[in-house]
């Protein structure tokens, strides 16, 4: 009789214990909700900030990347570069930006520039000036910026039309 006893006794309490599921089915359904609506904010947050954005993972263009391999100044206004592109696919040039170190810019930017193809290096004549550019455009200190001068570095970016840039700097000996 002891025995059957405690047994009785130890089902009745276990059966106390986990007799009311309800109660712990409601408490991990608020938690569950809790952590959903928490998640949900935090991607909401990212993703307004931007932040999602940039961690995500962006396709290959396959542009670039374009290199310098030398620099020939032809005269005061105009500099030929030759641009190697080290990429997989043809690249094609759309707008430059020439800037020298008091922030003074020379900018082209509806240019019919060459097209690079892969591992090969094409000659780009980049003109500053109304005069070898009547199309460009200056920002800057009026007349400050007129030619290349020597024993100055100048940058030069490139964009192409898929909107990449890439910059140089070249330096008139």
């Not at 690249?91 to 690079?116: F, K, R």
């Not at 100048?154 to 140089?168: M, R």
Request: proline content about 5%; overall charge positive.
């Amino acid at each position: 009789m002891g025995r059957a006893h405690r047994e009785t006794k130890g089902v009745k309490k276990m059966k106390k214990i986990t007799g009311n599921k309800k109660g712990i089915d409601t408490i991990l359904a608020a938690l569950l909700m809790v952590v959903i609506v928490v998640v949900a904010a935090v991607m909401v947050y990212a993703w307004s900030t931007g932040l999602l954005g940039t961690l995500l993972v962006k396709p290959n263009t396959g542009e670039g990347p374009l290199s310098p391999d030398s620099s020939v100044f032809s005269n005061p206004t105009n500099v030929t570069i030759y641009i190697r592109n080290s990429g997989s696919s043809n690249v094609t040039l759309a707008a430059y930006y020439v800037t020298d170190s008091s922030s003074n810019t020379w900018q082209l930017l509806n240019w019919a520039g060459p097209t690079i193809a892969p591992n090969k290096a094409v000659a780009t004549n980049i003109a500053i000036g109304n005069t070898l550019c009547p199309s460009c455009q200056y920002t800057g200190t009026a007349s400050a910026f007129a030619s290349f001068q020597s024993g100055y570095s100048y940058t030069v970016k490139v964009v192409t039309v898929k909107n990449n840039p890439f910059t140089f700097t070249v330096t008139k000996g």
